[in-house]
């Protein structure tokens, strides 16, 4: 019988209770998140991924698998198991001709930026350049360039997977597709991808976009006029809200820093001629504390909240699909945001639509598609252990909020505390579907440490 560690062929780094760099190893982005695993196998070839399957699966260890380690919940890492960590592995290559880009499980959405952006292409990434790839794309995945050309798995090519049961197969809409449907969105419950492949589109490398600051005080009226400028917004257009005490970063006023603010933050991605007329009307509603709208690169945008959210601070987070803001919601919105009690937590109000809309609900295991926002509440604290005010500020404030919400949920926005109920909700009328499929590619429920979805009996 082999023991734990001891994987033959295994040509990463095994790390252990006792090796030195364990407790680097266990850390992930949410500090709050203290978990022990018997082994961390960090692999150096998605081979490597299957020999650590294998071996957990032979000992009956539970397994986790690590991308980018950004998950909220922490379902990158499991107790007394074994974490299959594809951190080491962030390969991108890209084909500029057919304008695709694979991408090994461990990349970053800032490495597949860097290398499709040196070619003036792109596709639809996270807002943060520290995300895993993996994790974001097994969700659905969304960010400034959904409105324009969908969620990140609707970009999805084909995935190499490693199932369950120790084989590995292509899924793509021609080679497994009820499995390819299954992974767009399923979060990470039916195998482990080993290779992504996306579609890139014409981007350019200049976009036109960056906050306009407001006292929270203006943060009625500028809600109000944002409601209906959106409402006829282009595909290229995506304004997102941010409701916060103003952070102590670069590219804030000084005067500015650690005051509530409202920030309306567009991006244009269209013509660049264009862009400055279509954003006229949102200069024109009452004049802001600061307008940071600017010609920039795209790379430079994307990192835009990268130091807001560091790793190894504390967060909790609770998030819903909205409809178009409500009076009831812009009134929630202003009431609660700014009741916290640390600096770093915040209100983010993604704006959605677009082309996610424009494909049918059906199509994916993905959700959000009948949303026009998605909402995080997120609670961020710097120090002082797992336990904060702001978990119970931002529990309430998601309760206030209930009444003027979808009822939906995007899967990689719950927490771990969050129930059966609030998974279904993230699936809604998928959920039947995605407990078959389950069934099928993994009935022993190996693929548990992430939002599960229980296996049909
Ligand atoms: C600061 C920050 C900003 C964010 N911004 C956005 C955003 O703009 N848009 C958005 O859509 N989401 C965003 N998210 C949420 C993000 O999509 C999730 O946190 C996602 O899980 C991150 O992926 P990861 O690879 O880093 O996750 P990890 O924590 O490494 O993994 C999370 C889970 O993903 C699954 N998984 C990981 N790797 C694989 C694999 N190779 N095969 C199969 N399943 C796998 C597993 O179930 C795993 O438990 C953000 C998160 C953070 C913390």
Request: include cysteine.
């Amino acid at each position: 019988m082999k023991t734990l560690g001891s994987l033959a062929d295994f040509q990463g780094t095994l790390i252990h209770p006792d090796s030195p760099g364990y407790d680097d190893a266990r850390r992930i982005w949410n500090g709050a998140i203290d978990r022990r695993p018997a082994l961390i196998a960090r692999c150096a070839s998605a081979d490597d991924g299957a020999r650590a399957l294998d071996h957990a699966l032979e000992l009956g260890l539970p397994v986790a698998i690590r991308g980018g380690g950004h998950n909220v919940a922490g379902s990158a890492i499991c107790d007394g198991g074994v974490v299959i960590d594809f951190s080491g592995l962030r390969r991108v290559d890209v084909n500029h001709a057919r304008r695709t880009a694979r991408v090994q499980p461990g990349a970053l959405w800032g490495d597949v930026d860097a290398a499709t952006q040196s070619y003036g292409l792109a596709t639809p990434a996270g807002v943060v350049t520290h995300t895993g790839v993996a994790g974001l794309t097994v969700g659905g995945g969304f960010g400034w360039l959904s409105r324009r050309w969908g969620l990140t798995s609707d970009n999805l090519i084909s995935a190499r997977m490693l199932l369950a049961d120790g084989r590995s197969v292509r899924a793509a809409a021609d080679e497994h597709p009820d499995l390819f449907w299954a992974v767009c969105g399923g979060g990470g419950n039916f195998g482990i991808v080993t290779e992504f492949e996306f579609r890139l589109h014409e981007l350019g490398t200049e976009v036109l976009a960056g906050p306009l600051i407001y006292p929270a005080s203006q943060a009625h009226d500028v809600l109000g006029f944002y409601r209906e400028f959106i409402s006829g917004a282009p595909d290229e257009l995506a304004v997102f809200i941010n409701l916060r005490a103003a952070p102590p970063l670069d590219w804030v006023p000084p005067d500015l820093r650690g005051t509530d603010v409202l920030m309306l933050i567009p991006f244009w991605s269209g013509d660049l001629g264009e862009g400055q007329a279509i954003l006229d009307p949102l200069r024109r509603i009452t004049r802001p504390a600061a307008d940071l709208v600017e010609r920039k690169t795209y790379l430079s945008h994307q990192a835009m909240f990268d130091a807001s959210v560091p790793h190894h601070w504390s967060y909790y987070w609770k998030s819903h699909y909205l409809p178009p803001l409500t009076d009831g919601a812009i009134d929630t919105l202003i009431e609660r945001s700014w009741q916290k009690a640390s600096a770093a937590s915040y209100t983010i109000v993604f704006h959605l639509g677009g082309a996610i809309s424009r494909r049918p609900e059906a199509a994916s295991a993905a959700s959000g598609r009948d949303a026009m926002h998605a909402m995080n509440i997120n609670a961020a604290w710097p120090e002082g252990g797992p336990d904060h005010p702001d978990i119970e500020w931002c529990r309430d404030y998601f309760a206030a909020m209930e009444p003027h919400a979808t009822g939906g949920v995007y899967v990689n926005f719950l927490h771990n505390d969050e129930g059966e109920a609030r998974i279904r909700a993230a699936y809604g009328g998928r959920y039947d579907r995605l407990t078959r499929m389950k069934a099928r590619y993994d009935p022993n429920n190996v693929f548990r440490s992430n939002q599960n979805i229980t296996p049909a009996t």
